[in-house]
Nanobody, 122 residues
Framework: QVQLVESGGGLVQAGGSLRLSCVASGSMTSIVAMGWYRQPPGKQRELVASITGAGISNYAESVRGRFTISGDNANNMVYLQMNSLKPEDTAGYYC????????????????WGKGTQVTVSS
């Protein structure tokens, strides 16, 4: 089993910044990718950003240029620097990690954190 713990959420005014952190621990040989989803109130969960072990990142169009994802492979951590926050960024933010399965070759298992709340006031 792999556990993910997020931190860094909170309340911030529009235009402000927050930095989210997520650490993975448990039984795993490696991490293929980590990243963040978010779920605004009453809406579906959506991908915010992801980063592979090789450092290749991907962003949702709505956050490109404002958010930056980075990873620390040695410590199994991923960060999300969020700048120029907008009220529409208000959501629960969930960290994920894709870990190679111990049961099947070339298969990854996705693990999730419990989430951290980000609230942006106007």
């Amino acid at each position: 089993q792999v556990q993910l713990v997020e931190s860094g959420g909170g309340l911030v005014q529009a235009g402000g910044s927050l930095r989210l952190s997520c650490v993975a621990s448990g039984s795993m040989t490696s991490i293929v990718a980590m990243g963040w989803y978010r779920q605004p109130p009453g809406k579906q969960r959506e991908l915010v950003a992801s980063i592979t072990g090789a450092g290749i990142s991907n962003y949702a169009e709505s956050v490109r240029g404002r958010f930056t994802i980075s990873g620390d492979n040695a410590n199994n951590m991923v960060y999300l620097q969020m700048n120029s926050l907008k009220p529409e960024d208000t959501a629960g933010y969930y960290c994920f990690a894709d870990v190679p399965s111990s049961q099947a070759k070339d298969v990854c298992v996705r693990y999730w954190g419990k989430g951290t709340q980000v609230t942006v006031s106007s």
